[in-house]
DNA sequence: AAGGCGCCCAACCGCCTTGGT
DNA sequence: AACCAAGGCGGTTGGGCGCCT
């Protein structure tokens, strides 16, 4: 948005397949640039593909941080407990937990986004695209032959409605939260927002292999969108929507839209007060923090550099002068 | 060897929301 | 208030690939 319209090309739109040149001039050129306005980009890059094209490529194949291969068992068994509470859209019960969240926290539960982007978010790494063939190619059939056999055993025993049995059914990072269709009954014990940052927390810990560093995933958990962090003398740091420039301006530079992400500045690295933020926001952990990301090592280290580069397509990328991008 | 079939996944499509004019 | 463009999302498609017969 905010795009003039004569920007608008009238070009006939390339479809189909990124070819590894068109990859590589997107890549560097948002690495060095920003997206800024996706429409512009292909006119910026010379790209014949849309704006919307180079939008979707960038955050599902090019966007640093980004897991490949196939998920693991933690992972599964996120997408399915949320899954079962989110639905794969605002319809089910995430419009319930929208408010809920958003509630608590003082927001406009527009704030948040919902179904496979909102699980997403709690799959560092991984798009809402990919969660969203894994389900279809996968998931759901094991889910449904799950539902089958728990009908089976049901009509034995039971005159309760299968999809009770299937929200409720136990499992290990399942919350001991049942939900029933009109979202009325919701029993918090406890609240489903610290239990949402338990499974976020719990999955991330035992994932393996893991990514670097990923600013964008875990800042648009909870901490995006609550909102807020508390630093070590309680102000809020306001991301997003009101971010505090006063705080962080000498080594976080709002983009010009914060929500899509933010700019390491020229240091290349995050001040203390960004550190200490994040440490002492209940919701992430300590434990994620020290046991997932070693910001100072990483950032300041070789490692971080050849994570935010790709080490190979963009090498020409220069942390002391460029500006670094993390997506949500 | 080749044709059929099913799966995977990248990409497109259409709709909705947001923000600017 | 109305219109328009851009961004964002979930649903769907279709090409490529591997497996089976």
Not at 145 to 165: C, L, N, P, W
Request: hydrophobic content about 30%.
């Amino acid at each position: 948005m905010g795009c003039k319209p004569s920007d608008k090309p009238k070009a006939k739109y390339r479809k189909g397949l990124w070819s590894p040149e068109e990859d590589l001039r997107l890549r560097n050129y948002i690495l060095k640039n920003g997206h800024g306005c996706w429409s512009s980009v292909p006119i910026n890059t010379g790209l014949q593909r849309n704006g919307k094209s180079c939008r979707l490529r960038w955050i599902n194949y090019l966007r640093p941080g980004l897991k490949r291969g196939t998920f693991c068992k933690q992972e599964e068994e996120t997408i399915l407990t949320l899954h079962r509470m989110l639905g794969n859209n605002g319809s089910s019960f995430y419009s319930t937990l929208t408010l809920l969240r958003a509630s608590s926290r003082g927001l406009d539960e527009q704030s948040y986004t919902s179904g496979w982007s909102q699980i997403a978010q709690h799959l560092p790494g991984r798009t809402d695209n990919e969660i969203k063939n894994y389900w279809h190619s996968y998931l759901k059939k094991k889910v449904a032959k799950a539902e089958e056999m728990e009908g089976q055993t049901k009509s034995q025993y039971t005159s309760t409605s299968s999809s009770e049995i299937l929200e409720c059914s136990p499992s290990p990072q399942k919350p001991t939260t049942c939900f029933n269709s009109s979202h009325e009954s919701v029993q918090k014990s406890p609240p489903l927002v610290s239990q949402l940052d338990d499974l976020s927390k719990d999955q991330s810990c035992q994932r393996s292999p893991l990514p670097k560093i990923l600013f964008a995933e875990w800042l648009s958990l909870d901490q995006v969108h609550g909102g807020s962090f508390a630093n070590n003398i309680g102000d809020p740091w306001v991301l997003k929507e009101g971010f505090d420039h006063s705080t962080t301006s000498n080594n976080l530079q709002a983009d010009h839209d914060l929500g899509h992400g933010f700019v390491l500045n020229d240091e290349g690295i995050f001040g203390s007060g960004f550190h200490h933020g994040i440490s002492h926001h209940h919701g992430l952990g300590l434990e994620m923090i020290n046991s997932q990301f070693k910001f100072e090592e990483q950032i300041s280290g070789p490692g971080f550099v050849d994570f935010v580069s790709g080490g190979d397509l963009y090498s020409d990328f220069n942390l002391q002068n460029d500006a670094m991008y993390f997506y949500k």
